[in-house]
Every structure is written in structure tokens, then in C-alpha cells.
Nanobody, 111 residues
Framework: QVQLAESGGGLVQAGGSLSLSCTAS????????MGWYRQAPGKQRELAAI???????YYADSVKGRFTISRDNAKNTVYLRMNSLKPEDTAIYYC?????WGQGTQVTVSS
């Protein structure tokens, strides 16, 4: 089983940017899909973005045009660059891959 460790969360003002990283405990070359999910207080966990090994990406409508997912296979890491952040982006962000979840990292956007 792969273990995932997220980093990069924090507090930012609306309109600001944050970058999240998710580093896997082993090579991600054989992992087709890696993704970022998020869970806001009182809400269900939802998909934010995924990236396939081919480089194909998918974004939820709520983040499209503002978030960018990327992966660096050499570093076993997937990234989420978040721009133009809104208070409604406040959530715990989880990395997901190979049926495993990271521990999550808190992102708080103040208005």
C-alpha cells in the first residue's frame, strides 16, 4: 500500500494562492490516477481534481480555471496549485491514490 503525505495548507486571504503537495511513499509511475479531494465542515468529501499518468486532468466545476493539478513522477509527488481562492474553498484537502488517503491538510480562506 502506498502512503501519502500532504503539506502546504494554511490560512490565506480571499484572492490569494496556496500550493499543496502530496508525496507518496513509493514510485507513482504505476499509479494511473492521483487526485485531490476536499471536505468542508458539515459537508461530504468532494472531488477537486484528478490527474492520470497520461497527464490528462479533470477538475470540478467549482475549481476549474483556478486550480491546477500536476504530478512529478521523479519526486513521487502530486501538486495542487490554488489561485483566486474563495472562502468557500475552506476545507480539509486530502490526497487520494491507489485506494489510499492522506491525512489531510487544512486550507482556510478568510474573507
Amino acid at each position: 500500500q502506498v502512503q501519502l503525505a500532504e503539506s502546504g495548507g494554511g490560512l490565506v486571504q480571499a484572492g490569494g494562492s496556496l500550493s499543496l503537495s502530496c508525496t507518496a511513499s513509493r514510485s507513482i509511475l504505476s499509479i494511473n490516477v492521483m487526485g485531490w479531494y476536499r471536505q468542508a465542515p458539515g459537508k461530504q468529501r468532494e472531488l477537486a481534481a484528478i490527474i492520470r499518468s497520461s497527464g490528462t486532468t479533470y477538475y470540478a466545476d467549482s475549481v476549474k480555471g483556478r486550480f491546477t493539478i500536476s504530478r512529478d513522477n521523479a519526486k513521487n509527488t502530486v501538486y495542487l496549485r490554488m489561485n483566486s481562492l474563495k472562502p468557500e474553498d475552506t476545507a480539509i484537502y486530502y490526497c487520494y491514490s491507489d485506494a489510499q488517503w492522506g491525512q489531510g491538510t487544512q486550507v482556510t480562506v478568510s474573507s
